[in-house]
């Protein structure tokens, strides 16, 4: 069977990755033990940053509905979606994850420093 001719205008080095849209949680508007839960989370991406597993995150500021993003490096959807779920944020409920897949060229050059 003769391959298919590759399609000139997608690029070659699609890759695929997970988007996951931070949303507020249902415990958003809860206080306590807030000041103990951003250097938490800040800590969890950085890790993850480091590790390759999510290749950047950030947050949204526009007072929407989403509060961050990030692209994930997964083999799954279940397997991002359960990485996304340890996020500190997200373990308090504060957070919840939206996790859509989707094709990039690939990011493997992108480099987050600390």
Known sequence: MPAQPRMKNVPRNLKQYFVCFLVKGEKWNETEGSSDLMPLQLAFLRE?????????AGPIVDDGHV????????????????????????????????????????????????
């Not at 919840?96 to 897949?101: K, M, N, Q």
Request: charged letters at 30%.
């Open 48 to 56: 993850q940053m480091e590790a390759r597993r999510y290749v950047f």
């Open 67 to 114: 509060v961050g993003l990030s692209v994930i490096d997964a083999e799954s959807k279940e397997e991002a979606e359960a990485l996304a779920k340890e996020d500190p944020g997200v373990k308090a409920g504060r957070l919840a994850v939206e996790i859509h897949p989707t094709y990039l060229p690939s990011l493997d050059g992108v480099l987050v420093e600390f």
